[in-house]
């Protein structure tokens, strides 16, 4: 117990450089608080005390703006930062030294039963407002974009970006075109740049077709 509070103290050291003293850490930290009422929760959980660990988990939901599911399993060393926001569901597996932001939910896609939430590897970077939704991996070393959505399986040593989510960078080496993922593809941009693409088309074919009426009519003239 007081080991796995030492470590995560240590782990919020490491990730968040406006940490500036354990006490600090210790009173002030709501993504803590959130991993500590959690894993409370979690063992009435295990014991089948289902109502009490609800009740522990929605106390730290009131106070944290973070909700976690009892029933998730959470590996070492999690780091949550500015965690307002924040939703892991019941079935979702988090394995260790990973970074989650405000705005992350990892849940389903339905009323299905048995697995219906991630699994989250080690070394995992969830940037802030991703989604990750579904009973599918998420591989080791991987960074998931701002506000991406994942809706399908993700290999190791990965970056993730888009809505839908999609690998842009693997094992060091580079798929597509958007590598930061702070800079997301923007649909409605994309869809301005295709009308004004089919518009110069189409400009293009009139003036094409008003010159050979002017030649037709020059023509005709003779």
């Known amino acids: 117990m007081f080991r796995h509070i030492k470590s995560d103290i240590e782990t919020v050291l490491d ?44 106390m730290s939901r009131f106070f944290t703006g973070i909700e976690i599911h009892p029933g998730a399993k ?34 389903g896609t339905g009323k299905e039963k048995g697995k219906r939430h991630p699994t989250i590897g080690n070394n995992v970077v969830i940037a802030s ?20 959505v994942v809706l399908r399986e993700v290999p190791p040593n990965s970056t993730v970006v888009g809505i839908p989510g999609r690998v ?16 997301l593809p923007d649909p409605v941009v994309e869809m301005l740049r295709v009308m004004q693409k089919e518009i110069e088309d189409l400009r293009s074919e009139l003036e094409h077709a008003r010159q050979k009426e002017a030649i037709a009519g020059g023509d005709a003239r003779k």
């Open 129 to 148: 407002g991703a989604k990750i939704l579904g009973s599918f991996t998420v591989g080791d070393n991987v960074n998931i974009g701002a506000n991406s």
């Open 74 to 107: 959470i590996g070492d060393r999690l780091f949550i930062d500015h965690g307002m926001g924040i939703v892991i569901g019941e079935t979702c597996e988090i394995g260790n030294n990973v970074v989650i932001y405000q705005g992350v939910t990892l849940g």
């Open 168 to 183: 842009v960078k693997r094992n060091g080496e580079r798929i597509g075109d958007r590598l930061d993922h702070t800079q």
């Open 15 to 58: 990730n968040d450089p406006a940490a500036r003293s354990k006490f600090e850490i210790v009173f002030t930290y709501s993504g803590l608080h959130a991993i500590w009422a959690h894993r409370i929760a979690h063992r009435f959980y295990k014991k089948r005390l289902y109502t009490i660990a609800r009740m522990i988990s929605q």
